[in-house]
Each structure stands twice: as C-alpha cells, then as structure tokens.
T-cell receptor, first 111, second 116 residues
Framework: SQQGEEDPQALSIQEGENATMNCSYK?????LQWYRQNSGRGLVHLIL?????REKHSGRLRVTLDTSKKSSSLLITASRAADTASYFC???????????FGTGTRLQVFP | DTEVTQTPKHLVMGMTNKKSLKCEQH?????MYWYKQKAKKPPELMFV???????INESVPSRFSPECPNSSLLNLHLHALQPEDSALYLC???????????????FGPGTRLTVL
C-alpha cells in the first residue's frame, strides 16, 4: 500500500501550546498536502507543499518536507480549541494526481 | 462559490433498496471524486471523473455505480449494499485531474450511510 503513516495517532494539548504532527510516505511525489477534518465532516485543505520546496507557512501553520527521508511535518502554533480535529497528510504518487491519505492524527486542544 | 454540496446528509437503507447520493459544485472544476471513509480511518478513493468521463475505478464493487451527468454534478447509485458498506461517503472536486501538482481538492460534508 502507498498509504502514508502519521504520528502520533492522537495528541492532546492545552490552548496556546504548539502541536506537531509527522507524516511519512513511501513513493516519490509531486507534492504533499495537509487536510483537516472536523468530526464526521468533510475535509478542508490546509496547505500544499511541492516536492522542490522544503518549508511553507500559512498563518499559524508551518509545513516542512524532507524528500530524502520521505517525511513531512505540520506545526500548528499557539493552538486553539477550534483546532480540535483530525489532520491528514495526502500525497500524489509520481505521475498521477491520485491522492493517498495518511492514517491521520487526532488532535484535541483543551481550553 | 467555493462549496461542494452533498445530499442527503444521512441515509439509512436496507440491503434490497436502491438509492442515490448526489454531489454538486459550481467552481468550474473538471475533476470530481468519490471517497469512502470508515470511522477513524483515512478516506479511500473510489472513483475519479475527469471532464465527465470515468478515469479511475479503484476496483469498486458493481453495487456502487457512479454517474456524471454534467460538469457540475456527480451521482453515486447504490443497489444491493451490504452492512459493511456503511460509511461516510465524501465527494470532492479539483480544477483538473492529471496535471501532477495542481490537485488541491475541495470536499463536501459527506453523506453518512447506514446499511441495515
């Protein structure tokens, strides 16, 4: 399976703390995306990082990509209770736009 | 309008019923997708439509039948489902499919399907 693995599977933090999630994948990629999913609802696209990029920022989000290690990390700074959700990385295998989602990290932010 | 809508939100059906899930987007996207998601698992791709033509069928059983009547609409026809088909069914769209790098997908809220 091409499916990526994320760790940790679950993460609980207090508001104001930073949350870091890691994603590892198996094949060469064109880009890697991060999505958020609130409980039982659709996914929301957060950020896309291309294979030739190493770091990208969007608001309180910081994503890094290490293609030599086939891994990525998502950092959420100054977390809020509203950040409580599941976070998935998704990769498109080389020469295809088919997205393969990682196993996900369930983040709980306590007020 | 950056929204993908799905109807119904919830669906309960028996194993002999025929029902359909509907998905609509008005962003001018030419690629549309169906995903299946079980509880606490990632979404799994079922079908991809590109320019209203079926591009990918991920070996989905024939009791699931997709249809793309036009560039804005995507249906999933259900017949003779099994209880293990109970899941959240997600529709998504993107600008195009197959351009290797421009595949941000916009997801609908999903249909929660229960098969009795």
């Amino acid at each position: 399976s091409q499916q990526g693995e994320e760790d940790p599977q679950a993460l609980s933090i207090q508001e104001g703390e930073n949350a870091t999630m890691n994603c590892s994948y198996k094949t060469s990629i064109n880009n890697l995306q991060w999505y958020r999913q609130n409980s039982g609802r659709g996914l929301v696209h957060l950020i896309l990082i291309r294979s030739n990029e190493r770091e990208k920022h969007s608001g309180r989000l910081r994503v890094t990509l290490d293609t030599s290690k086939k891994s990525s990390s998502l950092l959420i700074t100054a977390s809020r209770a509203a950040d409580t959700a599941s976070y998935f990385c998704a990769t498109d295998a080389y020469n295809t736009d088919k997205l393969i989602f990682g196993t996900g990290t369930r983040l709980q932010v306590f007020p | 309008d950056t929204e993908v809508t799905q109807t119904p939100k919830h669906l309960v059906m028996g194993m002999t019923n025929k029902k359909s899930l509907k998905c609509e987007q008005h962003m001018g996207h030419r690629a549309m997708y169906w995903y299946k998601q079980k509880a606490k698992k990632p979404p799994e791709l079922m079908f991809v439509y590109s320019y209203e033509k079926l591009s990918i069928n991920e070996s989905v059983p024939s009791r699931f039948s997709p249809e793309c009547p036009n560039s804005s609409l995507l249906n999933l026809h259900l017949h003779a489902l099994q209880p293990e088909d109970s899941a959240l069914y997600l529709c998504a769209s993107s600008q195009v499919y197959g351009t290797s790098g421009y595949n941000e997908q916009f997801f609908g809220p999903g249909t929660r399907l229960t098969v009795l």
